[in-house]
């Protein structure tokens, strides 16, 4: 089990750039894809990014595309979402996730294992 606790959420206003990290411990980093979900209240987790074991290889939502990066850090068992040109409609609970399938075919929630508590990102217009 890996343990994922992330930070760096807030409030922001749109067009207003942030970067979220998520720290790991517990076991083995870097054999995991790596993602990170938001919610937004009254809806369901979705996916926003994933990074492969390597770092060398995304996978982005087409809402974040172009906006977000992701990537990892295995040496400081770290994975970071950078967030620029933010909007309203990112305003969400941001959490981290650990899974053992590949890049490329996790993207649901139930498909990660590991999970941190999160940290809410609001944006204002």
């Known amino acids: 089990q890996l343990r994922l606790v992330e930070s760096g959420g807030g409030l922001l206003q749109a067009g207003d750039s942030l970067r979220l990290t998520c720290v790991a411990s517990?076991?083995?980093?870097?054999?995991?894809?790596m993602a990170w979900f938001r919610q937004a209240p009254g809806e369901d987790r979705q996916f926003v990014a994933a990074?492969?074991?390597?770092?060398?290889?995304?996978e982005y939502d087409d809402a974040v595309e172009g906006r977000f990066t992701i990537s990892r850090d295995n040496a400081k068992n770290t994975v970071y979402l950078q967030m620029i040109n933010l909007k309203p409609e990112d305003t969400a609970v941001y959490y981290c996730?650990?899974?053992?399938?590949?890049?490329?075919?996790?993207?649901?929630?139930?498909?990660?294992?590991?999970w941190g508590q999160g940290t809410q990102v609001t944006v204002s217009s």
């Open positions: 996730a650990a899974s053992p399938l590949i890049l490329g075919v996790a993207t649901r929630p139930s498909q990660y294992n590991d």
């Open positions: 517990g076991r083995t980093f870097s054999s995991n894809t």
């Open positions: 990074v492969n074991y390597g770092g060398g290889r995304t």
